[in-house]
């Protein structure tokens, strides 16, 4: 009873602007997954939406990276891009970075979140899904989720938790990755994983037996690009209970709007607002960056759910601060720290305006 879930996403069209999914997307996902469940390839799916992303969460029994299965999802990705043309959706097949697929959609664009495990009696997993941010914004919650016990009760109650975590972080400049054994080498990793735009959390195990407990997608479109095409935003598998924090300690790290790289044109700092997917349509000022996020009872395989998790009154104050907090970032309008770092922007026109003023600047 070896399951792997692969949840792959790509930003193919969006309905208004950049705001959210247009439903005939949804149907052609569908379609398409209904016939590879018919065939055999995969045990179940699901597929949903965040902001202009469109996801696909699916099971199966091929282990992760298995090429057929990535093939169904730049295959999928493609015959909705037809239909995002057809509707002249914006940025139709923004994501597909590659002409042709070649075996795997890793660096070509999607987003891949995968992870393959035993099932468990009863496995309880969440899908979380992020739009207008960037991979590096799963950092604070996974570190709260598995390392700090004011959030996760477990790490210190719970024998089947209280001997950590290991958090494996991958440096996405230089492609290099690390383990950090937690709680003892905390600070170690906090130096690294505080910089979310330079390390990002890739996966986390339990200590207690190694299964895999997390697993992120961290590809980041622009550096895949070299050129503005789009944030990465980002997906998240989290299994929860017994070895790992129950789900409620799980959901708790987002009740504080985490203020992250993004919003209008990726070029903004911004509270990460949870909603419900219904709410997952980002309209001010491009944003403010959302989250949802699905949960599932695997059974055998199959996807029981979704439960849309953040489709709940506990949740209304962390939208309501964080509509405070963009009132506060906004405020600032062109400077930073609402804006990003030049460097780190992903528009700009310092070039051209550099080049403009060229011989006009004079020695001090
Ligand atoms: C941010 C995002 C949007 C666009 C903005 C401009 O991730 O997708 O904020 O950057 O709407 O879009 P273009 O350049 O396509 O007009
Ligand atoms: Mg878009
Ligand atoms: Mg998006």
Redesign the pocket.
């Known amino acids: 009873n070896t399951i792997t879930l692969s949840v792959i996403k790509a930003?193919i069209g969006?309905f208004v602007?950049?705001s959210a999914m247009h439903p005939a997307l949804m149907d052609c996902a569908n379609e398409k997954l209904a016939a590879a469940k018919k065939s055999g390839l995969l045990v179940d799916y699901h597929v949903s939406a965040c902001?202009?992303d469109l996801q696909l969460i699916m099971t199966h029994r091929h282990g992760v990276d298995h090429e057929p299965i990535h093939r169904l999802a730049w295959d999928t990705f493609e015959a909705g891009t037809a239909v995002a043309k057809d509707l002249h959706l914006?940025?139709a097949g923004?994501d597909l970075l590659a002409d042709a697929f070649s075996g795997n959609v890793r660096g070509q664009g999607p987003g891949v979140a995968e992870m393959e495990f035993v099932e468990r009696k009863s496995d309880p997993v969440l899908v979380f899904m992020a739009?207008?941010?960037s991979a590096g914004a799963w950092n604070l919650p996974l570190y709260k989720m598995f390392a700090d016990p004011f959030t996760t009760a477990g790490l210190v109650i719970a024998p089947t938790l209280h001997q950590g975590f290991r958090f494996e972080v991958h440096d996405i400049y230089k492609h290099k990755k690390i383990t950090f054994d937690c709680p003892e080498e905390l600070y170690d990793m906090l130096m690294f994983i505080g910089s979310p735009g330079k390390y990002t959390v890739k996966a986390v195990y339990s200590r207690a037996d190694g299964t895999i407990a997390a697993s992120t997608s961290t590809e980041r479109l622009s550096l895949i690009a070299g050129k503005?095409v789009?944030?990465d935003?980002p997906v998240m598998i989290v299994r929860a209970q017994q070895n790992f924090p129950a789900v409620g300690e799980v959901l708790d790290p987002f009740r504080y709007p985490w203020i992250i790289e993004?919003?209008?044109?990726?070029?903004h700092y911004g509270p990460l607002m949870p909603v419900s997917v219904k709410q997952a349509t980002?309209t001010r000022?491009?944003?403010p960056p959302r989250v949802a996020c699905l949960g599932f009872q695997l059974a055998g395989g199959r996807l029981i759910g979704p439960r849309d998790m953040f489709d709940d009154p506990s949740y209304d104050e962390a939208r309501r601060d964080a509509n405070r907090i963009a009132d506060v970032l906004r405020m600032h309008g062109p400077f930073e720290p609402h804006r990003l770092p030049l460097e780190d922007m992903?528009?700009t026109t310092m070039p051209q305006i550099m080049k403009k003023l060229e011989g006009r600047w004079a020695q001090l």
């Open positions: 930003d969006g602007g950049h902001g202009d914006y940025g923004q739009d207008k941010t503005y789009g944030k935003d993004g919003w209008m044109r990726g070029s980002p000022f491009d944003g992903e528009y």
